[in-house]
């Protein structure tokens, strides 16, 4: 016999699913963002017109996800609360990220001890969970919209500063920072050409997974009643009007849950996609 009859034939190989897994929830949040920025286009009902005669009604042709203890439509709250729910999100990641970098670049370039000193404050504040920290904020500032926004992006800090911090210590330290400094660069030139673009390599990453986490805690503060305020439309707040009608009408607590649920597993599984490729993971 020849080699090559002896050989074993090779085995078919599977393909990973990796299109399919990802696809599915960039398509989940391509639908979120019509949602957002037109509501009108998935439900075209008001939002906000109660019909106390079809109170409680159950998912049908009429309603399709059915209505809530007022007569309102679910589907049509539930597309329009995206807008509140996701305009919190963002908006809290962007202000922790922004105050993050800024600080987290201040205590990774300043004289040791003031950089010590940032760098334990933000240990201590890493301390508390963020919701409760969030929570504390907005005991002090009170309910609201911009509260909340506010109170989510201050828990957040952090996490964003501690990390650049670090990446601030390691990129200072590197041969061309070095070189600039022997060239005679301006310490501002260092900084703003060099120091701080690669301080941020894993910043997009980590707010993508910090918006799923923004969410939640909005939704948490809504249910407590310390977001946006009746008749609004947003998730966590439809969560706490529905809590006294779960036996009677069970839809009006599910699709604002699912809703907040399926958001966070999308935004978290490409968060984690991205997150294997910046560590040069295989996908």
């Known amino acids: 016999m020849t080699a090559a009859a002896d050989a074993a034939p090779p085995r078919p190989t599977r393909a990973p699913l990796v299109l399919p897994a990802l696809f599915l929830p960039i398509l989940f949040l391509a639908v979120l963002a019509v949602a957002v920025a037109a509501p009108g286009l998935v439900a075209g009902v008001d939002p906000l017109a109660a019909d106390p005669l079809r109170a409680l009604a159950p998912p049908g042709a009429g309603h399709l996800l059915g209505t809530d203890h007022l007569g309102r439509d679910v589907l049509a709250r539930v597309v329009h609360g995206a807008r509140h729910s996701l305009s919190i999100g963002v908006l809290a990641t962007a202000v922790a990220v922004t105050a993050g970098v800024l600080l987290g670049l201040a205590a990774g370039l300043a004289h040791r001890w003031a950089g010590e000193a940032l760098a334990r404050a933000f240990d201590v504040l890493s301390t508390f969970p963020e919701l409760l920290l969030a929570l504390l904020v907005v005991a002090v500032t009170g309910p609201g919209t911009v509260n909340v926004v506010l109170a989510i992006g201050i828990a957040q800090i952090p996490t964003y500063a501690r990390v650049v911090r670090a990446q601030t210590f390691v990129v200072r330290r590197s041969g061309y920072v070095e070189q600039a400094v022997t060239f005679g660069h301006s310490r501002g030139r260092i900084v703003a050409r060099h120091v701080l673009p690669n301080a941020l390599g894993p910043i997009p990453v980590l707010a993508t ?5 923004a969410i939640v805690a909005a939704s948490g503060l809504s249910f407590l009643g310390m977001g946006p305020q009746p008749p609004a439309a947003e998730w966590g ?12 009408a069970w839809w009006e607590a599910l699709f604002p849950g699912l809703a907040v649920t ?19 993971r295989a996908a």
């Open 209 to 213: 997974l910090g918006l799923g986490q």
């Open 237 to 248: 707040a439809m969560l706490s009007e529905a809590r006294n009608y779960l036996r009677v």
């Open 262 to 280: 399926l958001t966070v597993v999308c935004v978290t599984v490409v968060g984690r996609r991205l997150q294997r490729r910046f560590e040069g």
